[in-house]
């Protein structure tokens, strides 16, 4: 048996192992929505913590006593500012990054129009040096001879 | 004689769609490799060549589509799970560690359980220069010398499935037929081969099938022999 007869055989072997370290794997399935989750969670968190200040508010101004305020305090005014707080990060994180995206997709849009601008007009001095008529010249030219009687 | 039937994919993509945040590079590709056999996917610059290998290996998370290797559905795998499993990446830009010695690279190449004394054995049998300059940092090798050194990794570790990116990459033509001879060894031990190239003479004489990716979409796909005309045209744009 050949020596590659010989590999041949011990291939089945490699690709068994192969699945079955697969079959392992815990597979997930796209997080690409993770980001729009966050932003969402951002403007739902930041009302939130805002309302939940509110409702401190109320239910300490509603009792006199020290030791029933404050719950609301924590409850109330600490948790509340901290949803809000962590809510406006995510919010501005997220969009920010988004507005960033679209901002450099749009110069890099701009920078390939300018480079598709600068070769033709390369292309249009090369073909006035080598004293061929450019396309525009081309083109008068056509129209010319057609309007011509 | 009936014809045999096409061995099964070792590697799928189905409707593949990835990209970068809200930017998708790849819209929804298909390709398949099958056991010990090479596929070349080749393309212009900023094709999404690099990006489907990214997917491929994990580093990119897929929007939509399917990756499946030996037939298990692998979308959306953590890079570092797949490669325990038996994916190796050799990407663009030399995979090597630069700080580290010849030696010392070879030595890591074996944290996959090969023995290091293996690793070594196998790079210096395929590369015997590399075996001259064993005690030489990786980073001052030549371009050629480091990209061998990056395959080693592959020859010496058992993959199922190989993903190349641009193995030519600022490299002589001679070292490039050196290194891809050397890979194509490796299909007949029956890894699946999926190699990205910008530069297609090299991978039309070692690949078995070829595919054209152009803006992020497959534009055709085939043997080498029938894709060499179609690619000028797929490269300046042609529909």
């Known amino acids: 048996m050949s020596e590659r007869d010989g590999r041949r055989d011990e291939e089945p072997d490699r690709l068994d192992e192969f699945q079955a370290e697969l079959a392992r794997l815990r597979a997930r399935r796209s997080t690409s929505s993770t980001e729009q989750r966050l932003l969402v969670a951002g403007v739902v968190l930041m009302p939130l913590g805002l309302v939940l200040v509110l409702i401190g508010y109320l239910g300490a101004s509603g009792t006199t006593e020290l030791s029933s305020q404050v719950p609301y305090l924590i409850s109330g005014g600490v948790f509340g500012l901290g949803c809000t707080i962590v809510g406006a990060a995510l919010f501005l994180r997220y969009s920010l990054g988004r507005y960033l995206r679209f901002w450099l997709l749009r110069l890099i849009y701009e920078e390939h129009t300018t480079a598709d601008r600068q070769v033709d007009a390369l292309e249009r001095l090369g073909d006035r040096l080598a004293g061929r008529p450019t396309e525009r010249a081309a083109a008068a030219a056509d129209r010319q001879k057609e309007t011509r009687p | ?239």
């Open chain 2, 1 to 239: 004689m009936p014809e045999p039937a096409p061995p099964s994919p070792v590697l799928e993509l189905r409707a593949l769609r990835a990209g970068y945040g809200r930017i998708e590079v790849l819209h929804g590709i298909d390709l398949a490799v099958a056991r010990g056999t090479l596929v070349g996917l080749l393309g212009p610059n900023g094709a999404g060549k690099t990006t489907a290998l990214a997917a491929v290996s994990g580093q990119v998370r897929p929007t939509a589509g399917t990756i499946r290797m030996a037939g298990v559905d692998v979308t959306g795998a953590s890079p570092d799970a797949l490669a325990r499993a038996g994916v190796c990446t050799i990407p663009e830009g030399r995979g090597v560690f630069p700080n580290l010695t010849v030696d010392e690279n070879l030595l890591m190449f074996s944290h996959g359980g090969a023995s290091a004394r293996h690793v070594a054995d196998v790079a210096f049998t395929h590369f015997p220069q590399l075996e001259l300059r064993r005690r030489v940092l990786a980073g001052l090798l030549s371009g050629g010398e480091q990209q061998m050194l990056a395959v080693c990794r592959a020859l010496s570790t058992r993959p199922a499935v190989l993903l190349l990116d641009e193995l030519s990459m600022g490299l002589g033509p001679i070292v490039v037929e050196e290194l891809y001879a050397q890979v194509k060894t490796l299909t007949e031990r029956g890894v699946a081969i999926l190699l990205v190239e910008q530069f297609a003479a090299f991978v039309l004489d070692v690949a078995d099938q070829v595919a054209v990716l152009v803006n992020g979409e497959i534009r055709a796909a085939g043997r080498p022999a029938e894709m060499a005309g179609l690619l000028q045209g797929a490269y300046l744009g042609a529909r």
